[in-house]
């Protein structure tokens, strides 16, 4: 299935290893129509805003090329750069700009490491790197009807729970109830960021080669119109004049896939069933996220409850959305229990001025 969007990637390099040469390379990538990030700006002064950033950015984006170097291989930031990416299930690629092999990260001596050393290579290493890229990329799942990260996203453990629980699932024999999972929890605690967080790792997207596809369901959804807009994101038909006709369609369609299927915001059991009757004997899977636990009683399979965030996690968003580090942070989240929702409501009114203390009162 093709993937209409862009190829992110983040350049990972240590300034005094050369710096023109990441320009260069840079503007080559984008030349090529991907979307790159690098640290043009030198944000690494800014502290400890820049290590938000660089998880922002690691997480938004599913390729890493570490520009080796001898100044690489001794910079802590590019360190925390190339392990987030490896934590985070994304697609690495080292390049050698200065020294020799050895600089390559121990971590990463089995990744075949491209030679950017002098101008030939370079030259002839590139297109060589752009074509590996996209060939993992293409075999990675596409990213179908996927919202957007939120701003200042902030990636919770909740994520690497489902996701090894679904990868779990994915790689062992299971009977046929497990074959879909629940999160559940109660408005605004961040389900659907979590169900965006396990769509768009790389883990996952390798894992379900037939795609992610995300179907919004709501309250009164019509039932015909969801599948017909599954069929057609599946590249099949998608203008079946009845339930019968679009489930038999489907089901002969998912028989050959191994797609994660994501319905978002449950409310009724009959809702989500037809999708778990499609999946079933498949080597699909189903995620749905629900404010009802007993949308799961019915359903089977697994489940996952979303909670309130962890109080550190809280104030890093709070801090995130407010642009600075409040001193009452830890009391502004605790006054709104660690809600996302609100604590991101909460950060932005400290973004347009008040301080935590006046938020307080
Ligand atoms: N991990 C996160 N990182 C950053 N922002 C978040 C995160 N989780 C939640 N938020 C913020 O909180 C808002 C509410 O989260 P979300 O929409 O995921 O809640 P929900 O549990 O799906 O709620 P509902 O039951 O209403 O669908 C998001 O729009 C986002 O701005
Ligand atoms: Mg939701």
């Not at 950015?57 to 390729?63: A, Y």
Request: one cysteine or more.
């Amino acid at each position: 299935m093709a993937t209409s969007d862009k190829i992110t990637l983040f350049i990972s390099y240590a300034r005094d290893d050369d710096k023109d040469f990441v320009q260069r390379l840079y503007h080559d990538l984008t030349e090529q129509g991907i979307d790159a990030w690098w640290d043009k700006e030198d944000i690494r002064n800014q502290g400890q805003t820049f290590l938000q950033v660089i998880q922002e950015q690691v997480f938004q984006r599913d390729v890493l090329i570490l520009i080796v170097g001898p100044e690489a291989a001794q910079s802590e930031y590019v360190r925390y750069e190339w392990q987030h990416a490896l934590t985070y299930g994304k697609l690495i690629y080292p390049v050698l700009r200065k020294g020799d092999y050895t600089l390559v990260p121990p971590e990463l001596k089995n990744y075949h490491c491209y030679d950017f050393s002098t101008e030939s290579s370079y030259r002839t290493d590139l297109p060589k790197l752009l074509d590996d890229i996209r060939d993992s990329i293409g075999k990675s799942g596409a990213l179908v009807n996927v919202p957007a990260y939120p701003n200042h996203y902030l990636r919770r453990a909740d994520v690497d729970q489902v996701k090894n629980s679904l990868l779990e699932d994915v790689t062992t024999t299971v009977i046929a109830s497990a074959r879909t999972m629940a999160l559940h929890g109660m408005g605004g605690i961040g389900k659907t960021v979590v169900a965006i967080g396990v769509a768009r790792d790389m883990q996952i997207r390798r894992s379900f080669t037939d795609g992610i596809i995300w179907l919004t369901i709501g309250q009164k959804p019509d039932m015909l119109q969801k599948l017909n807009a599954l069929a057609k994101r599946l590249g099949h038909g998608g203008d079946y004049r009845n339930i019968d006709d679009a489930t038999s369609a489907l089901q002969a369609r998912l028989a050959e896939m191994r797609a994660l299927l994501i319905l978002d915001d449950v409310w009724q059991p009959d809702h989500a069933e037809p999708f778990r009757n499609l999946i079933a004997e498949t080597r699909n899977r189903l995620l749905i996220t629900t404010r009802r636990k007993s949308i799961h009683d019915e359903l089977g399979g697994q489940l996952h409850r979303v909670d309130l965030l962890p109080i550190a996690d809280a104030v890093t968003l709070l801090n995130d959305w407010a642009g600075k580090q409040d001193p009452d942070a830890a009391a502004v989240v605790k006054r709104v229990n660690r809600l996302p929702l609100a604590v991101k409501i909460a950060g932005a009114r400290l973004a347009r001025g008040m301080s935590g203390a006046e938020w307080l009162t």
